[in-house]
């Protein structure tokens, strides 16, 4: 084996291959920016009065800093074949605290756009760098905990995002989140000094791919900027049509060309097949739902009841303990064959959220918005994260990395541009509360429709119900599920 070629040595890393210093450099780097993407809605308000810019200017920002998201995904699947993980994450970390200065000491809404287009990208980055190593390397007893470690990060703190933007409204210290937001960042690259093994580039001397990257690019940045525009605009405006059809264009091209590719940068010919489709699709469905349930919930209370910031997110609070007991029960099945029956009925769980917000009137909602957020909060983490997990599963654990880039790009292209169009159809829509109703409506007949059609293609497949080899898996050259090629059983009948 070669040494590595880095200036520091496995002995100058006093804690190299230590389990909780891995959890801990994962969660710091994922959850500050993770946060966000919920906790923003509840102080749209201040950012608008302090930044001195309209609604159509912090929601171009948050579409940017998604894309950018969305985009360094894919980007890390390129450079870690040619940049050492460690050094890239460093970087990264770095980067990020650096976007979360600049949000803080914004002057106006064009620095703190570019600080948010940081924090995102980064953040992209880092889970693709960081996120395969805490799964892969820790042996097979340890992936359950892993797995629910990452429920917990990631979905976690998109529940606990409404309670934190609650707060922050309320005490007027957006500029604060920020700045603390910028010490975990540095708090992450300290940790990773001291855990993230030294490494090689896996293949220093490869080509850029130019068949992937810019694509890539306009396919995450042109449909962000056509759904930020639909806060100053209508639906057959130019400024939502065009670059949405040319984003979506571009990702369609990007996908096949990926799958056609001999040597792709995600693996989209290894997945294509019934469970890992299955997984992806659930995922994205799953998460577009919860982000467009939860946004419009917030709405609701917000605008149509008037409630404070804090209130609502108190209300909406009721996620976090509904994605503890899914976190609880991903540990238990994940190694077991009930992993794809946990990730629908996070899904159907989502879609029943979405039937509660029809029942919504003006008058005492308490009890049916905290049971939402409970069955949001659940299918969150039911629904997204054993679906990117049968993904991940059903490839190689060498090319885990590129499949997180790839589920992430279709899973950010899916929420974040489902729910903004569902939050327009109900500031668009007849009356603001028979709009919100129409938003959830949508939700419940998304999630039932596709969710019947997704189950119709796992069984198709004529998938048994079989545990993942895990220790194959970690070899690092088969995957873990045995997973048939689409529609199988009828392809036999």
Sequence with gaps: MRRPSSAFAVRDVPLAGSYPAAVAMVLLALCPFIVLSTATLLFDKELVADLGTTRFGTELAGALANAGYAFGAV???????????????????????????????????????????????????LLVVALPPLVTKHGPRRLPLTAAFVNLGLFGMVTAGPLVGGVVATAGAWRALFAGLA??????????????????????????????????????????????????????????????????????????????????????????????????????????AFTAVVELCATYLLSVRADSPLATGGLLATQIPGV????????????????????????????????????LVPGDVVLLVALAGFLLGFG?????????????????????????????????????????VLLAIGLHGPGLANGIRLGALVVVVLAGGCGAALLGLLLSGGVKPHRP????????EEAAFDSPPLAAAIRRG
């Design 183 to 288: 010490a975990l960042g540095v708090l992450g690259m300290v940790v990773g000094m001291v855990s993230f093994e030294p490494d090689e580039a896996a293949a220093p001397g490869i080509g850029f791919d130019f068949s992937a990257l810019p694509v890539a690019l306009v396919a995450t940045v042109l449909p962000f900027l056509g759904v930020a525009w639909l806060s100053r605009g209508s639906f057959t405006a130019p400024g939502f049509v065009v670059p949405v059809a040319v984003g979506l264009a571009a990702l369609a091209a990007l996908l096949v060309r990926q799958y056609r590719k001999e040597r792709a940068l995600m693996p989209l010919k290894l997945l294509s097949h019934t469970l890992p489709v299955t997984g992806i699709a659930v995922a994205m469905l799953a998460g577009a």
């Design 324 to 359: 503890v007991v899914a976190a609880w029960l991903f540990k238990k099945v994940f190694a077991s064959r009930w992993l794809p029956v946990l990730a629908f009925s996070g899904l159907a769980l989502v879609g029943v959220a979405g039937g509660l917000v029809l029942l």
């Design 469 to 476: 080899d895990l220790d194959r898996w970690l070899e690092g």
């Design 75 to 125: 980007a890390a699947a390129d450079l870690i074949q040619r940049v050492p993980k460690r050094r890239l994450f460093l970087f990264d970390e770095l980067v990020f605290a650096v976007g979360s200065v600049v949000c803080a000491l914004a002057p106006g809404i064009a620095a703190f756009t570019v600080g948010r287009v940081l924090q995102g990208v980064s953040t992209g980055l």
């Design 380 to 420: 969150a983490g039911a629904g997204v994260s054993p679906g990117l997990f049968l993904a991940g599963l059903s490839v190689p654990s060498s090319r885990l990395g590129p499949t997180f880039a790839l589920v992430e790009l279709l899973r950010s292209e899916a929420a974040f541009l489902v729910a903004p």
